[in-house]
């Protein structure tokens, strides 16, 4: 006689072997397999499911949070405007506008492109590095009225709400160049940043000197303000510094 | 009456971001329970929690109205845990993480004879113990058999959910859930059943035909 395999122990045991009305016919019949079920049985049995611990109250609210502040935009105007159909044609029409552009770009006559130009691209790379200075030091100064506004009673932050929104885009922007650009002081500070200035955008108007507690707590985890400071102070040296004479470093991080 | 999902995704679609906002509300928690019996690792699971809503974020277009919002999101969790497992385990690969022997067959004298009588402080104590062995067993499954098991086993998916959120075929799924049994098997058996070896331990594992 047979005995049944042990994978059709393991699978019986879960309603997912096959044939299951013969498996069961043999376990009937078979002592040797139906001690071997007792077994599987009896260890399976012993483990149960983990218990998730529950999460801390504001769970959802705190993953919005930071989910928020990551989220790509999505249904721009011509997203909205195209079905799934157009966007195709509409891809096919912007290839061959590239190809005649590049076309044009070949064989158009060119005039004499004069040497000034060339130190174009290193100029709005400072212009960026003059706005995220810019960003930090607004940053800074909503941080630390934050950290010494009187906290007895109710306090009203609506102001700081307004301009915590406010920069909370610029934020955004200016993360995604940081990131695109591969800056490894900006880009995590900016991400650090971008999830405080949301809760202090979405929280109420209105806080209790504990939820300022809270808020302030947010600020001093790992060191936010400090680095705000030092990085906005590295970033501005860095738009200060002069520009090389010709040719520039294009590359040079935000 | 309560917006559907369906419809607050069609809201995101059409370019109300902030609508995203039901949909995370609604289902965090349960996420976060899933996730959470496959790292065993709070901070990781909330961490995984917010990726699987970015990540559902950015593929909504591909999700068809049609279909149930949280199937879909619960098989983003799945494999996105699935990922941070592999992930976790490639790090983890030189450290020594478990300290459970690997053939407990020779742990002689060190078995947990579980009495089947009254709860008392000792029983309490075993069961902490045998718990403390459960998680580790567990910690030696593979990355894909441990989410497979716990699909079948904790959450009682069927064997079509997990080939489905794992993109197996149907054998390789009941294949992934048999050898993750396999394995905790031959780590637990020695303490759940002692004294009675399985045939398939006696016989270097193979089956009996």
Redesign the interface.
């Known amino acids: 006689m047979n005995h049944l395999s042990e994978e059709q122990i393991v699978l019986h045991y879960y309603g997912d072997a096959e044939e299951a009305a013969e498996v069961e016919r043999h376990l009937a019949a078979c002592v040797e397999c139906r001690a071997e079920f007792a077994r599987v049985q009896s260890m399976l049995r012993q483990i149960e499911p983990l218990e998730a611990p529950e999460p801390l109250p504001g769970f959802e609210q705190k993953t919005w949070l930071n989910v928020r502040d990551r989220l790509p935009d999505k249904g721009g105007f011509f997203r909205r405007l195209l079905g799934p159909q157009q966007k195709w044609i509409f891809a096919g029409v912007m290839a061959l506008l590239l190809a005649a552009a590049f076309m044009a770009g070949r064989f158009w006559p060119r005039p004499e492109q004069p040497l000034a130009r060339k130190a174009e691209p290193v100029n709005s790379q400072r212009v960026v590095l003059v706005a995220v200075g810019d960003h930090l030091e607004r940053s800074q100064m909503l941080l630390v009225e934050i950290m010494n506004a009187d906290a007895k009673g109710p306090i009203d932050l609506s102001s700081e709400q307004a301009e915590a929104r406010d920069l909370l885009d610029s934020n955004h922007l200016y993360r995604v160049s940081a990131q695109q650009a591969g800056d490894p002081q900006v880009a995590p500070l900016l991400d650090q940043l971008g999830r405080v200035l949301a809760e202090i955008a979405n929280g109420p108007s209105e806080v209790s000197p504990q939820d300022l507690q809270q808020v302030r707590h947010s600020i001093q985890s790992e060191g936010l303000l400090f680095k705000v400071r030092v990085v906005g102070s590295e970033v501005n040296s860095r738009a200060r510094r002069p520009e090389p004479v010709s040719g520039g470093n294009v590359n040079q991080r935000l | 009456m309560e917006v559907t999902d369906a419809a607050v995704v069609a809201q995101?679609?059409?370019?109300?971001?902030?609508a995203?906002?039901v949909l995370?509300?609604r289902h965090?928690?349960s996420i976060?329970?899933v996730v959470?019996?496959m790292t065993?690792n709070?901070q990781d699971?909330?961490e995984l929690?917010?990726e699987t809503?970015?990540r559902a974020?950015?593929s909504?277009e591909r999700f068809e109205l049609r279909a149930n919002f949280s199937t879909w999101l619960y098989r983003i969790a799945v494999n996105r845990t699935l990922d941070f497992l592999n992930a976790r385990k490639t790090q983890m690969q030189t450290k020594d993480m478990y300290q459970i022997a690997d053939n407990p067959d020779h742990e002689e004298g060190n078995q947990v004879q579980v009495p089947a009588d009254s709860p008392g402080p000792d029983r309490l104590l075993l069961s902490a113990e045998?718990k403390r062995k459960?998680a580790g067993a567990l910690g030696l499954l593979t990355p894909a058999e441990r989410v497979a098991f716990t699909m079948?086993?904790?959450?009682g998916r069927s064997?079509e959910e997990i080939s489905q959120a794992l993109d197996l075929k149907v054998s390789a799924a009941?294949?992934s859930?048999?050898r993750a049994?396999?394995k905790?098997?031959h780590q637990?058996?020695p303490y759940?059943?002692p004294g009675?070896p399985?045939?398939?331990a006696r016989w270097g594992?193979s089956?009996?035909?």
């Not at chain 2, 079948?152 to 959450?155: A, D, L, N, P, Q």
């Open positions: 995101v679609l059409a370019g109300d971001r902030d995203f906002r995370v509300e965090s928690r976060f329970r959470y019996r065993g709070q699971s909330e929690v917010q809503f970015l974020y950015k909504l045998m459960i079948r086993h904790m959450e064997i009941k294949n859930v048999f049994v396999q905790l098997r637990l058996e759940t059943s009675s399985s045939r398939h594992g089956a009996v035909k």
